[in-house]
């Protein structure tokens, strides 16, 4: 089974942007960092959303580096 939340690379025209997310095939806009993504996880109702390990590769899947990536 594919991880539940997508986080796509960083845009290389613009790094500054932020990181796209995608949770269940849904788009849910632009992260620029761990804070952006975890209110994106608390309006989706995930469970634990303020605590759950952003690393879990059963439910993330981080395209173009980690959760410490943030900028291109």
Same mark, same amino acid.
């Given at each position: ?21 995608? =949770? #269940?095939?849904?788009?849910? &806009? $632009?992260? *620029? ?5 975890? !209110? ?11 605590? =759950? #390990?952003?690393?879990?590769? &059963? $439910?993330? *899947? ?5 959760? !410490?990536?943030?900028?291109?």
């Amino acid at each position: 089974m594919d991880p539940r939340i997508v986080i796509h690379a960083p845009s290389a025209e613009d790094p500054h942007v932020g990181r796209r997310v995608h =949770v #269940d095939g849904q788009i849910l &806009g $632009l992260a *620029r960092n761990e804070m952006d993504l975890r !209110e994106f996880l608390r309006r989706v109702k995930l469970p634990d959303w303020d605590v =759950v #390990d952003v690393t879990d590769a &059963g $439910l993330f *899947r981080w395209m173009g580096g980690g959760p !410490e990536t943030w900028e291109q």
